[in-house]
């Protein structure tokens, strides 16, 4: 309906006197801007109906402002934070990201002449994990290199000297939101020869195991229903090793170095636990958090409940039991293929490499049915 009425009044001939401008001073809207000046917007990114009114009572409380934030809904899926105190809003803006059962929340400040039409998100913030790097190039200096190739760098982790070293770096960068995550890069020196780094994300929302865009899954997805059309196996290069297993984790990543929801080595070895034992949906932040890192402040839990880890594809089959994943595929007859990473194809089926070279040089090497990449260290 809304659709329908700017249509029309996009195609109406206006009167002379509808052309007219009303001039409003900033002396006549002066409250208005003070109050806007500490406010956010926000946005789910989600391609699925929610619970408002569970979705504002569990942000609330993980941000530990129940009556000091107005939340009003100004558009679809669009709503205005109005804090208190500047303090307040940079603490909730600084300490994300947030989400509600896994759909992030994409938020942004306030700006002169934002309408409900007009406002854009392109991108979200995340913690991103950089292993495998050579030890003389695990610094807060190499980070932010990387990082620019992700995109816009906001935060370096910076620790002091230490006697033992580091297994990983920390960057947190705003991803655009029109781009798949991407799983790794190389990374090269001025003495030559490159290093495959993989990426973890932490608190990574709701993603695409085919595509690798963030906001949707593979049900919702436009790529894999045209590839499923084709018959036969359908790849998908990303899956839930993406995700780091925390802030501060010590731990090397373990398995999925390629596709992830139909590896096999995995659904032998983890087997699905009972569709009853589900856990609350969480607002994920810089706050108390279960042994998931999950923030299970939420009253509203009966409405919002989510399964396992895995839930996508078939994996996102209710199963009873101990039944694992190879058992199920088994039984619709699709095979399981376990592979390595994924490689970027560029035209021709030439494969594309691009290269973090630290001597200043960026190095793009091609090659026809070259070898995979390497897993990482």
Known sequence: MADEVIDRLENMKLTTEEEEVIVVSDAERKDEIESCEQSLIGKFLTCKPFN????????????????GVQIIEVGPNLFPFKFHTEFEL?????????????QALLLRRWQKGMTAKNVKFETVSLWVQIWG?????????VATEVGKRLGA???????????????????????????????GGFIA?????????????????????????????VRHCAGFFAASKKGGEVDCQYGEWLKSMGARSWSPPKGGHGRSTYRAEAA?????RDSKQQTKAAVKGDGSADKNGNDLSNDEGGEISVTGPDSQGVNACMIKGDITVTELLASTGMKINSVGPGNSVGPGGAEVREVLNFSGEQEVANSQNGPGKPRPT
């Open 268 to 272: 032998e070895e983890v087997p699905y």
């Open 90 to 102: 940079e603490r909730v803006l600084k300490g994300g990201p947030w989400s509600f059962d896994n």
């Open 189 to 217: 020196g001025s003495e030559g020869g490159r290093t495959w780094v993989t990426y973890r994300y932490e608190r990574l929302p709701m993603f695409c195991h085919y595509c690798g865009l963030l906001g949707h899954d």
């Open 133 to 141: 790097a050579p030890f003389d190039m695990v610094s807060p200096k």
């Open 52 to 67: 408002k009114r569970a979705a504002f009572n569990t942000i609330k409380k993980a941000w530990g402002l129940h009556d």
């Open 153 to 183: 760098v906001v935060e370096v982790e910076r620790k002091q000297k230490q006697e033992q070293q580091n297994l990983f770096m920390r960057v947190k960068v705003a991803l655009p939101l029109s781009k798949p995550i991407r799983r």
